[in-house]
């Protein structure tokens, strides 16, 4: 990777608080079930970049993509636009499972956690008088260096699902449709 962790994961933070997005992992997730939870039908899936979509107030309001895994054992969905949904279906996609996400609503990255249906922790560096100079006590130990809390929240969501999140990654191209 060019460039240092911190600037690697201080570019992700930039990019999330511009678009007030979210990303919902879940472990062991059925990616058509989860995509029903946030009413698409998988059929409607069109390969699109971020920066293709345009929201309003008239509709459509939200878009979910399917993001990229791999061979990990979990399924992620990048949402963006207003009337985000990931927050109301976290507890429900968690049962059975654990399900994260990273939700730049704030402007700063928060991590709530679910497993099997009930939240059990949020990690979030807008609370508790946050220094962005230094780590959350969550974050001890995760290496990012002097960066502060806003990268080590991306080194936890890399390490709990190991994901390499990346620009490319977050912007597209995916698959994505809107919310009807």
């Given at each position: ?38 009413g ?56 059975g ?22 939240l ?60 009807s």
């Open positions: 990777m060019a460039g240092s962790i911190e600037e690697h994961f201080e570019e992700l933070a930039d990019l999330g608080r511009e678009d007030y997005g979210s990303y919902l992992f879940v472990k062991h997730g059925a990616s058509d079930g989860i995509l029903q939870q946030y698409i039908d998988p059929t409607n899936l069109e390969i699109k970049k971020i920066a293709d979509l345009f929201w309003s107030e008239q509709g459509p309001r939200v878009f979910v993509s399917v993001m990229p895994t791999g061979d990990s054992d979990w399924v992620a969905f990048g949402e963006h636009g207003v009337d985000l949904i990931g927050r109301r279906i976290l507890e429900s996609v968690s049962r499972t654990t399900a994260l996400l990273l939700g730049f609503t704030t402007g700063f990255p928060r991590i709530r956690i679910a497993v099997d249906g009930s059990v922790r949020t990690i979030s560096p807008t609370e508790s008088g946050y220094d962005p100079t230094v780590a959350l006590e969550e974050e001890t130990g995760l290496g990012f260096g002097s960066a502060g809390g806003q990268v080590g929240t991306f080194l936890f969501i890399e390490r709990m699902t190991g994901l390499r999140m990346t620009k490319q990654w977050m912007l597209g191209p995916n698959p994505t449709a809107s919310v």
